[in-house]
């Protein structure tokens, strides 16, 4: 039979070894995933105390053990709530670990009870449990697949705060040779309490963990997926994305446009000012572009200065109108921005039954040529071009 020495050993190892695999993704910068490795490392010290009260001076088992495990707790709410993007109240954290320090020594020295001191302890983490559940769910517009972490999360919170009040029910009812005095005494129901307790925190900073992965591998998706000077969609991401679009298109029967945008003069800027002055342009395009087009637009680099813009349930006068807008103000610009004397030419061309997107971008590629044939500085749609 286990004893509750050693479930507060394996607690701690758990704790640990949760610490270390979180120190090896230090470098990803994730917010909150500092919090989740010292919560860890935290808790590894608490169970530790915990293990080895009966050897430690009464200062050290009682109040430390249990401020200790306490402030492991609070950096780990903190923690999920910067991976949620949540604010953090830092002051208000530290001040519950003081009332609970200063709440167990009173029940230590000024009225001695170890049920005293339970309730004490197993509130805390019920609140506690309550607030990262709280969080999980008013941030689930944050949820992106796989849901599963996010359940987990929130099943470890529920049954560690029913088991906390379990606790105290118990021990409120439980006849006394059976109801425990000490967290180190051998009774069964400290030993399926503490048992479970111990695995609640390093399994709550395993889910942090799990968090703070899918952060990194989302934030390398997303690099791989933006032009890296624009942050625009990159060609790769883009035709992928349009492939997509075009399907939906197929299924739902609703319209597809499609822009292409080409800068007319765009070689002097680099071959006069430079290179930098090349990229500013392109960047300030960018900005420009997304503060005329739609959100559900989407806006991609797909060559040196060619760009375009797939617009979802947008016809061809919608798309052209567009191209207009952005034409003029990109025309508006003065002396001294990074697009003065730049214009656009821009092919507008509308998906048709069973086109495929090569077969889109091909129509709009032919109405760019014609809107440079015509002069630059123009929109062409494609059904100007039968005209």
Excluded at 169 to 178: F, K, L, N, R, T
């Amino acid at each position: 039979m286990l004893s509750t020495q050693l479930v507060f050993l394996i607690g701690a190892l758990l704790c640990a070894l949760t610490f270390f695999v979180l120190y090896g993704l230090a470098a990803s910068r994730v917010a909150g995933a500092d919090c989740v490795r010292w919560a860890a490392l935290l808790g590894a010290a608490g169970n530790l105390l915990y293990a080895f009260g009966r050897a430690l001076p009464p200062l050290l088992a009682y109040e430390a053990a249990n401020a200790v495990y306490a402030a492991a707790t609070a950096v780990l709410v903190a923690g999920f709530r910067l991976l949620f993007r949540r604010s953090v109240h830092a002051k208000g954290l530290s001040a519950s670990v003081l009332v609970l320090a200063v709440l167990v020594a009173y029940f230590h020295y000024v009225h001695d009870s170890f049920f005293g001191r339970s309730v004490v302890v197993s509130l805390y983490q019920v609140m506690a449990m309550g607030v990262i559940g709280h969080t999980l769910l008013r941030a689930r517009r944050q949820w992106h697949k796989p849901y599963y972490v996010k359940a987990f999360i929130l099943a470890v919170c529920l049954l560690t705060a029913a088991g906390h009040l379990g606790r105290i029910g118990w021990q409120y009812v439980a006849p006394g040779p059976i109801n425990p005095t000490s967290l180190l005494q051998p009774a069964p129901s400290s030993i399926f309490f503490l048992g479970a307790f111990c695995v609640s925190l390093p399994a709550l900073a395993f889910g942090g963990l799990l968090l703070v992965h899918r952060r990194i591998v989302a934030t390398v998706e997303e690099a791989a997926n933006r032009d890296f000077l624009t942050g625009a969609l990159s060609r790769r991401a883009f035709f992928k994305l349009g492939e997509r679009e075009v399907a939906v298109a197929g299924r739902t029967h609703r319209p597809l446009a499609l822009l292409l945008i080409d800068f007319d003069n765009f070689k002097p800027i680099n071959d006069k000012l430079g290179h930098e002055a090349g990229d500013k342009a392109l960047i300030a395009f960018v900005r420009r572009a997304e503060s005329v087009l739609r959100t559900t637009d989407f806006l991609g680099r797909v060559g040196g200065d060619e760009f375009a813009v797939l617009m979802p349930e947008a016809d061809l006068a919608a798309a052209a109108n567009a191209g207009e807008r952005l034409k003029k103000r990109i025309e508006a610009t003065r002396e001294g921005d990074p697009l003065a004397g730049v214009t656009l030419s821009i092919g507008a061309a509308l998906w048709q039954e069973r086109d495929s997107l090569k077969e889109l971008m091909k129509r709009a590629d032919t109405a760019l040529y014609r809107a440079k044939a015509n002069g630059r500085n123009c929109v062409m749609t494609e059904s100007a071009l039968a005209n």
